[in-house]
């Protein structure tokens, strides 16, 4: 199993900055990973994403403000927030996506698409 460990969350005003790490091992080869979070009350939402071979995803509320990188060698990903609100506020959580052979007893000949999820870091963000 991949194992994700997440650190930087915080208390900062709005306007401040904060940058989130993500850490994944585990011996798997890891397709993608991402930055997703969640509030008290609502679902979960993309935040941004970033593949192995660099293409980046985000939402259009942290566009211009959010930078989402990656070292594919340490399988490590970062979140730089900047300009932050207190709409931001909520629990962020690292993702990972990898492919199996095999799921839920079932052998996928091409593959199976897992994500992985870290345990989230709390971000509060004040007026």
């Known amino acids: 199993q991949v194992q994700l460990v997440e650190s930087g969350g915080g208390l900062v005003q709005a306007g401040e900055s904060l940058r989130l790490s993500c850490v994944a091992s585990g011996g798997y080869r890891i397709n993608d990973m991402g930055w997703y979070r969640q509030a008290p009350g609502k679902e979960r939402e993309l935040v941004a994403t970033i593949t192995r071979e660099g293409d980046t995803t985000y939402a259009d509320s942290v566009k211009g403000r959010f930078t989402i990188s990656g070292d594919v060698v340490k399988d490590t990903v970062y979140l730089q927030m900047n300009s932050l609100t207190p709409e931001d506020t909520s629990v962020y959580s690292c993702?990972?996506?990898?492919?199996?052979?095999?799921?839920?007893?079932?052998?996928?000949?091409?593959?199976?698409?897992?994500?992985?999820w870290g345990q989230g870091t709390q971000v509060t963000v004040s007026s």
């Open positions: 993702n990972a996506g990898v492919t199996l052979s095999y799921y839920g007893g079932k052998y996928y000949p091409e593959g199976y698409e897992y994500h992985y």
